[in-house]
Each structure stands twice: as C-alpha cells, then as structure tokens.
C-alpha cells in the first residue's frame, strides 16, 4: 500500500489509520464496468482514503453497479495521446472517475484533470492528493531522461519533506 501524508509518499506493509494520512491501494490490470457504459482498463488506478480497502483483494474485473470508481486514473500516453486526452477522459468523466492523469510520453508531461459534475477541468493541483503539485511530477517525470530511478526517487521524497 501506498501512504501520502502532507505532501509525503511511502510505501508500507501495515496500515495507518489517521485523519492526516491517505492511504492508496494501487490497481493495475482491472477492469472496470458499468452497465450502460464501456469497460475501462487503465494503466494504474487508486483508490484512495476511505476507498482504499473497499474492493477485495485480487478483484480484477470491478463493477462500478456495485462498488466506487477509482479516485484517481492514470493513463501512460505514447502513441494514445489524443485518445487518452478525449474517448478516455469522456469514458471516465462517466464512470465517475474523481481525478485522472496523462502521462504524455513523448512531451515529458502529465496532464491532469478534476472530473466533477458530469465533465472535467484541467488541474495544476492534485484534489484527490492535497498539497501535490502536478509539476513535481513532471519534473519528476524529466529527470527520469537523465538519473536513474533511485536517484529520481531520492529527490522526489527531499522534495516531499521541504
């Protein structure tokens, strides 16, 4: 499970039950269906807070007839781009997706947008993250192009502590 706690991301085996914590529980390789609308498998999703434990483990095909959608999307854009930026956010704005990201690959940049009320805004600000900066992440996300992942790493948690 993942913990962001004011601006801080870790790992962690156990769990923390505390007003000032979101705990994340990753999703990949779901499936996501609801009657009525297209399936949708993303990249990684999150469920978030008091979302986070209510699919039960190992779910791999989640009703949205039956349990929340995800609190936040994220798709990984090389060549699906305009897709992921129109068919995919519409898909998600539907299924009631809280926030979704595009990590645009080839741009080095992540697009983020707030769903609410049938439709969606681009954000500069994670709502679902409170206090994470979506250009932490894109300089996160360029520095991949030039250290490794432990150094990138490295600096994203010395940012998360400033």
Known sequence: MIIYRNGIIQQSRRPHNSGSYFILIPKDNCI????????A???????IGENAEVIPWGTSIISLDNYPAPNLVIEVANTSLADDK???????????VDEYWIIDVQNIQVIAFAMENGGSRKITQSQVLPGLAIS???????????????????????QFQQ
């Open 32 to 39: 996501y269906r609801k009657t009525g609308f297209k399936e």
């Open 41 to 47: 498998q993303p990249d990684v999703s999150y469920y």
């Open 86 to 96: 129109g068919e995919k956010r519409l898909l998600y704005e539907e299924l009631g």
């Open 136 to 158: 932490l992440l894109e300089e996160a996300f360029r520095r991949t192009r030039q250290m490794n992942q432990s150094q990138v790493i490295a600096w994203l948690l010395s």
